[in-house]
């Protein structure tokens, strides 16, 4: 059986410079640990918010590394210098414009700055690429939220079977007939 990649891309200029320690990043691995049975590598980035340094990871972890799942997390706001949106719109085919709407609106329940997240998300070949904000709050708050749809949509673009630990997270699949 082939292993299962997960890519965890941080994109931030103070994190990637070493000014702070990549705590999102390591949220994500943590959680991701705890949702999934399921044994798989990680595979890390942290890099500042240059849109064509992102496009680029993005897709080796994509194309050559063979990421199923794909989190990022910074780059989602408003600020200047924040384009990890653009570059996951510019490398993926197809947009799954839901994720955004759920975590936003979960996010909401935290921050009424959440509406200054633009985090999407889409689907680059098979791979699942998904955007969190930078905060390291708000890692949990968000996967918390759309984790249960993500083994299904991994499974529809002929990605691994991720089972998850049901105590922890819900996956839905729905029942084929
Ligand atoms: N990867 C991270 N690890 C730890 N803390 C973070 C991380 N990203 C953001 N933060 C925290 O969230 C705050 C607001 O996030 P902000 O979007 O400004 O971060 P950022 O995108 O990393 O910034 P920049 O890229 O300008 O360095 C930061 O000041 C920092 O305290
Ligand atoms: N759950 C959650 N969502 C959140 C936040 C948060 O703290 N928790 N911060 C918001 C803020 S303050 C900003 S500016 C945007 C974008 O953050 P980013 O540029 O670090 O991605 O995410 C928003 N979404």
Redesign the pocket.
């Known amino acids: 059986m082939s292993q299962i990649k997960i890519g965890i891309v941080?994109?931030?200029?103070?994190?990637s410079a070493g000014?702070?320690?990549?705590?999102?990043?390591q949220a994500i691995l943590d959680t991701l640990k705890a949702y999934l049975v399921s044994a798989f590598e990680p595979v890390y980035r942290c890099i500042?918010?240059d849109q064509q340094g992102i496009e680029q990871v993005l897709m080796e972890l994509a194309d050559h590394e063979g990421c199923c799942l794909i989190v990022t997390?910074?780059?989602t706001?408003p600020?200047l210098?924040?384009v990890t949106p653009e570059a996951t719109e510019n490398v993926c085919e197809k947009m799954l414009p839901g994720f955004g709407e759920l975590m936003r609106q979960v996010s909401l329940q935290y921050v009424p700055t959440a509406i200054l997240s633009r985090q999407t998300a889409g689907i680059r070949g098979k791979s699942l690429i998904l955007n969190l904000?930078?905060?390291?709050a708000s890692i949990r708050q968000c996967l918390d939220a759309v984790f249960p749809a993500i083994p299904y949509c991994i499974d529809l673009i002929e990605g691994p079977y991720l089972e998850c630990d049901p105590q922890v997270i819900k996956a839905f699949r729905p029942k084929s007939s």
């Open positions: 941080t994109a931030s200029d103070r994190a000014v702070y320690a990549d705590i999102s990043g500042p918010d997390t910074g780059g706001g600020a210098r924040d904000p930078g905060k390291p």
